[in-house]
T-cell receptor, first 112, second 114 residues
Framework: ELKVEQNPLFLSMQEGKNYTIYCNYS?????LYWYRQDPGKSLESLFV?????AVKQEGRLMASLDTKARLSTLHITAAVHDLSATYFC????????????FGKGTTLSVSS | GAGVSQTPSNKVTEKGKYVELRCDPI?????LYWYRQSLGQGPEFLIY????????DSGLPNDRFFAVRPEGSVSTLKIQRTERGDSAVYLC????????????FGEGSRLTVL
């Protein structure tokens, strides 16, 4: 059974600090996605990583994928309050973008 | 509409009743997905449609769950003989290009089974 494990599950940060969220998965896949979810809202796509070594950046967030290590990271640089949300990684087991297995999510709280 | 629309946003029902949840995807998106999200968990894949047909229904938990998409646009998720364990937020998503894996999610239908 495929496992997608995120850590930490909860993260409290101060504004201006850096941190990394880790996503490990247990089966071969070279397709991984990051989503953001605000409380009571739906999921918003952040990054689509489709090959080993893929790196994507948007603002203060940067995501990378190492398919050999079965690991993706989401790095936060100089956190701001607006980044407070739950972040999910999801692994594509279909290799066709049709069946994503999500981690439990990392709930990030950024305070001043 | 501009985004994925789901109705109802909230549904409270009694154990044993039948429930229908509706999803209206983004116009032109041929791929449609249903996921289920329990409190404190990530979304759990249920079923994927490409056009009118269910291309992958491997995530449906049992035969009480069924989904249709008769005209390749709107989809309905049907749950028979609801159980308390079915309580969750049911998320619908659509995609223009499934191979990119970028899904656009609706805000979900929160189902509570008493």
């Amino acid at each position: 059974e495929l496992k997608v494990e995120q850590n930490p599950l909860f993260l409290s940060m101060q504004e201006g600090k850096n941190y990394t969220i880790y996503c490990n998965y247990s089966t071969t896949s070279d397709r991984l996605y990051w989503y953001r979810q605000d409380p009571g809202k739906s999921l918003e796509s952040l990054f689509v990583l489709l090959s080993n070594g893929a790196v994507k950046q948007e603002g203060r967030l940067m995501a990378s994928l190492d398919t050999k290590a079965r690991l993706s990271t989401l790095h936060i640089t100089a956190a701001v309050h607006d980044l407070s949300a739950t972040y999910f990684c999801a692994v594509d087991i279909s290799q066709a973008g049709t069946a994503l297995i999500f981690g439990k999510g990392t709930t990030l709280s950024v305070s001043s | 509409g501009a985004g994925v629309s789901q109705t109802p946003s909230n549904k409270v029902t009694e154990k044993g009743k039948y429930v229908e949840l509706r999803c209206d995807p983004i116009s032109g998106h041929t791929a449609l997905y249903w996921y289920r999200q329990s409190l404190g968990q990530g979304p759990e894949f249920l079923i994927y449609f490409q056009g009118t047909g269910a291309a992958d229904d491997s995530g449906l938990p049992n035969d009480r769950f069924f989904a249709v998409r008769p005209e390749g646009s709107v989809s309905t998720l049907k749950i028979q003989r609801t159980e308390r364990g079915d309580s969750a937020v049911y998320l619908c998503a659509s995609s223009l290009r499934p191979l990119t894996g970028e899904l656009f999610f609706g805000e979900g239908s929160r189902l509570t089974v008493l």
